[in-house]
Nanobody
């Protein structure tokens, strides 16, 4: 009924840029916080960036100054602009959103399927 669809992953060289996008669809009443996390092989998932419904943002120390998170409330989307990419940024990136469904009183966290980002020369 509610799903998140990610796009924009791929292969880039160190120092390059990539833009990820995630669109929420379904029976949605409202969307609260949205964000991005990532998981590299052999490592646990880590927070990357988040943005509130009011537009306040926060980032992991490892990506500050390089990544920018934004949202388009009219289209229920969240984006992640990644610049100056490093090999250590290689991971599967997941978007998430706290969504209140139509006819429901509570909000629930939803997750996308993930998109692969590989930074290599």
């Amino acid at each position: 009924q509610v799903q998140l669809v990610e796009s924009g992953g791929g292969l880039v060289q160190p120092g390059g840029s990539l833009r990820l996008a995630c669109a929420a669809s379904g029976s949605i009443f409202s969307i609260g916080d949205m964000g991005w996390s990532r998981q590299a092989p052999g490592k646990q998932r880590e927070f990357v960036a988040g943005i509130t419904s009011g537009g306040s943002t926060n980032y992991a120390d490892s990506v500050k100054g390089r990544f920018i998170i934004s949202r388009d409330n009219a289209n229920n989307t969240v984006s992640l602009q990644m610049n100056s990419l490093k090999p250590e940024d290689t991971a599967v990136y997941y978007c998430n959103a706290n969504i209140r469904r139509r006819s429901f009183l509570r909000s629930v966290d939803y997750w996308g399927q993930g998109t692969q980002v590989t930074v290599s020369s």
